[in-house]
């Protein structure tokens, strides 16, 4: 499972494509439990859950702080 802290380095199209792949692999694994074949390992299934999430939170950090620097910047120069 991915730490953040190796994720927070890559880019947010690597991040993105990530999380697709994982999707992908999530959906392939939901629907070889729905359709009763047997998955391989599954407890990945909430380990990709989780490593999702871990991405998702990273890139909404990141669009927080980019929201909030410009808005922080020019905020400062309308009081003074």
Do not use: W, Y
């Amino acid at each position: 499972m991915i730490k953040p802290h190796e994720l927070r380095p890559m880019s947010e199209k690597e991040i993105k494509q990530r999380i697709k792949d994982n999707l992908e692999a999530l959906d392939k694994m939901k629907f070889q439990k729905a359709v009763g074949g047997e998955v391989k390992n599954p407890v990945q299934i909430r380990f990709l859950k989780k490593e999702i999430a871990k991405m998702r939170t990273i890139l909404r950090e990141r669009e927080i702080a980019a929201k909030k620097s410009p808005a922080g910047s020019s905020e400062k120069s309308e009081v003074a």
